[in-house]
């Protein structure tokens, strides 16, 4: 049974901060990505980043680069999202899925999915 479990969604203020965590079991197969994958009021989901557990490979969004900083600890079976110099457009369900998509970008090739986490930046 493959479960991911996101958790670490607030509402914060502008420029605030925050730290995403997946916690991940269950994937068949070795060597997967994690992405995460943000799904913004009125907006397509979109992902934010991901990172390959073969290579370390690591993906931004042009949004996410600079802000945002993924990790994993492969002992524990997590990824971890940490937020920074938040906006109100970073607002959104946050969502941990694993897979094996050619792209990061392409959110139809993630396998699994959590139920989201839930981010508000607002003053």
């Known amino acids: 049974q493959v479960q991911l479990v996101e958790s670490g969604g607030d509402s914060v203020q502008p420029g605030g901060s925050l730290t995403l965590s997946c916690a991940f079991s269950?994937?068949?197969?070795?060597?997967?990505?994690i992405g995460w994958i943000r799904q913004a009021p009125g907006k397509e989901r979109e992902a934010v980043s991901a990172?390959?557990?073969?290579?370390?490979?690591?993906y931004y969004a042009d949004s996410a680069k600079g802000r945002f900083t993924i990790s994993r600890d492969s002992a524990e079976n997590m990824v971890y999202l940490q937020m920074m110099n938040l906006k109100p457009e970073d607002t959104g369900i946050y969502y941990c899925?694993?897979?094996?998509?050619?792209?990061?970008?392409?959110?139809?090739?993630?396998?699994?999915w959590g139920q989201g986490t839930q981010v508000t930046v607002s003053s």
């Open positions: 269950g994937i068949p197969i070795p060597y997967y990505a």
């Open positions: 899925a694993g897979g094996w998509p050619s792209d990061p970008k392409l959110l139809d090739e993630y396998e699994y």
């Open positions: 990172i390959s557990t073969a290579n370390g490979d690591i």
